[in-house]
């Protein structure tokens, strides 16, 4: 499963805005490695900058240098809606003849298609093929005296997952789809505030934490400080994915600090499917924590029996054919001595398509391993998600095509336990009508499309990118 994008902003007069934005996006990295840009503002003009690749990889001194202002966004991308592509880089900055913007998004929207036909009937020009542009047109094309006006009845139009950072010339905006799908946060920072996708992102510029924006708010930030303009939504839908995998564990959502909820998670996988065993551990590094909790309640000893190589994928150099039939092995080294003779408890956090666990599973027995029980934090994956996550098709989901015991057979397991979804809400410690656990049950909180098309805008897009560092002047 991929993540979902990560979008940080900040106003802060006093600061260097541009390299406080690097730094949040750094600390969001793992919610998406396709590209990273960042945009700021000083009053007259937007400048942007984005690039393909990690943030560490995008930006170095000399092009931070001419991103001055006192306010910025920033954004890591992973492709949910339109290819990975340098004009699909966020953030995308968009004008008419009264106003210009930068937009980033965390999320999908499911209506893209038709809202996009509708303002390329009405003479706007798309540049890329994502559905954050749409968003940010609709924007632009929205009635109102004033941003928030435009945006709000721009929300009432947009269907689907969206957490935004917004600027224009003279201001910053953040905004929370109806459902608040996905995390978006306040945090103070000297002179000024942050917005970021999660707390990790303003623990690692040192600001502090103030609240979550709520679903279907508005805010805005600017000379005289933060007004906060609410919705009125009372539904409810955080993506389950954020606590069971996508954000870090040191994030706070909702009031929960994510490792003892990823350690309750365990705990509970402990109860539901207890075995005779001889250690536990945890696919590195999503799962350490379920693990944990899954050694102490069935009082099997944790250990490391694998070890990742945390700079997978930060390459561009394609493996050749020997390299890439080692498979999972560029990602995972077991670790023999640790794992001979041993019957193991392996915790992961799910199983998708059931391409990497069969993997895993071989490499474990080739290292010694007597036994592998397999013990997933997520309940079967049986629907996939249009809310953000680049997940499968249904036909690419291995738990809405084959049964738990098929399943099991498949990889190469000796017994295989999924928590249930009443032991996974116990873990989180939150209320069950809180969260969309649609990718479970198939009951989506918006009404979708089964088989929408993550390349639906691919053929419709035209034009060029905006470039390098481009300065935008105020309209």
Request: aromatic fraction near 8%; include cysteine.
């Amino acid at each position: 499963m991929h993540e979902s994008c990560g979008i940080f902003g900040v106003y802060s007069p006093q600061e260097d805005v541009a390299r406080l934005t690097f730094f949040g996006l750094f600390a969001l990295q793992h919610r998406g490695q396709e590209s990273a840009g960042i945009a700021t503002a000083d009053g007259q003009r937007i400048r942007v900058y984005t690039g393909m690749g990690r943030v560490a990889n995008v930006f170095t001194e000399e092009n931070l240098k001419p991103l001055i202002g006192h306010m910025a966004i920033g954004h890591n991308r992973y492709s949910t809606s339109g290819s990975s592509n340098i004009a699909n880089a966020q953030p995308l900055v968009v004008s008419n003849e009264d106003n210009t913007l930068a937009i980033a998004h965390n999320g999908n929207i499911i209506n893209a298609t038709f809202l996009y036909k509708e303002l390329a009937d009405q003479g706007y020009v798309f540049h890329g093929s994502a559905d954050s542009e749409v968003i940010a047109n609709t924007i632009l094309s929205a009635p109102g005296k004033d941003m928030v006006e435009k945006i709000r009845h721009a929300m009432h139009r947009i269907k689907g997952a969206y957490s935004l950072v917004i600027l224009t010339p003279n201001a910053l905006y953040a905004a929370r789809d109806p459902l608040g799908v996905r995390p978006l946060c306040i945090g103070k920072v000297d002179g000024g505030l942050a917005i970021a996708s999660e707390t990790c992102g303003l623990d690692h510029i040192g600001a502090e934490f103030v609240r979550e924006i709520q679903p279907d708010e508005i805010v805005r930030i600017n000379e005289n400080g933060l007004q906060s303009y609410p919705g009125d939504s009372k539904e409810r839908g955080l993506c389950i994915f954020e606590y069971i995998y996508f954000a870090r564990p040191d994030s706070v959502i909702n009031g929960k600090l994510l490792y003892p909820a990823r350690q309750a998670m365990g705990a509970g996988l402990a109860r539901e499917y207890p075995v005779d065993a001889d250690i536990v551990m945890g696919v590195p590094d999503s799962a350490t924590a379920a693990a944990t909790g899954y050694a102490r309640e069935s009082g099997i000893p944790v250990v490391d029996g694998l070890i990742k190589n945390r700079y997978v994928g930060r390459t561009f150099i394609e493996p050749e054919q020997r390299m890439r039939d080692l498979g999972v092995k560029l990602k995972f080294n077991p670790l023999p001595q640790v794992l001979e003779g041993e019957r193991c408890v392996v915790v992961d956090d799910s199983i998708v398509r059931g391409t990497t666990t069969p993997s895993v599973i071989r490499m474990l027995r080739k290292a010694g391993a007597k036994e592998v029980h397999m013990r997933i934090c997520a309940p079967p994956i049986k629907f996939p998600c249009f809310f953000g996550v680049d997940m499968a098709t249904r036909a690419e989901l291995i738990a809405a095509q084959k049964s738990i015991e098929q399943i099991r057979e498949y990889i190469g397991a000796d017994s295989l336990g999924y928590l249930s979804i009443d032991g996974l809400i116990k873990a989180v410690d939150l209320p069950r009508e809180n969260f969309c656990l649609a990718c479970f049950t198939g009951e989506y909180p918006i009404p979708v499309q089964l088989e929408m098309d993550k390349l639906a805008l691919e053929t419709m897009g035209a034009g060029k990118p905006v470039d390098a560092c481009d300065a935008i002047e105020d309209k």
